[in-house]
C-alpha cells in the first residue's frame, strides 16, 4: 500500500473540524440555557497564561486548510490575527475551512511530498518537508487545539463525551 498525504491529513482534519463546529454550537446553546454571558465562554482559559477558547477555535482552521496553504506557498508562519469574537463568526472560520478543504484534490495534496516548506517564528527557523510538516507539526497543533476548545468547554460544566470530540468517524470498508 502506497502513503497518501491526503489520506493522513484531509480525511482527519474534516473530521475533527466538524466536531469543533458542533462544540460552538453546543456552547452557544449552553450560553443561552443557563443565561451565560458569551463572553464567558468567548473568553474562557483553561489557565491564565493560555489563550482563550475564540483563539483555540481559530487556531484548528489556520492548523488545517492554513497549513495547506503554507505548504502551496513554501513557507509557514503563525498567525498574529485576532481571533474571531462572537459564536457566529468562529462558526463561519471553521465552515470556510471545511469548505475549503473539502474541495482539495487528492492529487494536489498527494504532489506535496517532499516538497520543502520553511517554517519561522521570532527565533525559530526549520526547514520541513511537506509531509514532516503536516503530521509531524500541523496536525499535532491542530489537535492540540481542538481539544484545548473541547477542555475548555467541560472545565465550564458543559456536558461533553469523548464522541463530542471524536465527531463522525469515518466509515470502515467493506
Not at 475533527?16 to 452557544?28: F, N, P, Y
Not at 492529487?107 to 518537508?129: C, H, M, N, Q, W
Not at 509531509?131 to 499535532?140: Q, R, S, T, V
Request: proline fraction near 7%; glycine fraction near 6%.
Amino acid at each position: 500500500m502506497s502513503f497518501s498525504l491526503h489520506a493522513a491529513t484531509i480525511p482527519p482534519y474534516l473530521q475533527i473540524l466538524g466536531s469543533v463546529a458542533r462544540l460552538v454550537d453546543r456552547a452557544e446553546a449552553w450560553c443561552a440555557e443557563t443565561n451565560t454571558p458569551a463572553e464567558e465562554i468567548i473568553n474562557a482559559r483553561l489557565i491564565a497564561d493560555m489563550l482563550p477558547f475564540t483563539y483555540q477555535v481559530k487556531s484548528t482552521a489556520e492548523h488545517s486548510i492554513g497549513a495547506v496553504q503554507s505548504v502551496r506557498e513554501g513557507f509557514a508562519t503563525p498567525s498574529l490575527a485576532m481571533p474571531p469574537s462572537t459564536f457566529a463568526e468562529l462558526r463561519d472560520k471553521v465552515a470556510a475551512a471545511r469548505t475549503d478543504l473539502a474541495s482539495l484534490e487528492p492529487a494536489e495534496i498527494d504532489s506535496f511530498v517532499g516538497k520543502p516548506v520553511r517554517f519561522e517564528f521570532k527565533a525559530l527557523k526549520r526547514d520541513f518537508t511537506a509531509e514532516n510538516f503536516l503530521i509531524g507539526y500541523a496536525l499535532p497543533n491542530f489537535y492540540f487545539h481542538a481539544v484545548t476548545a473541547y477542555d475548555l468547554l467541560r472545565a465550564r460544566g458543559l456536558p461533553l463525551g469523548k464522541r463530542d470530540f471524536l465527531g463522525d468517524l469515518p466509515a470502515t470498508s467493506g
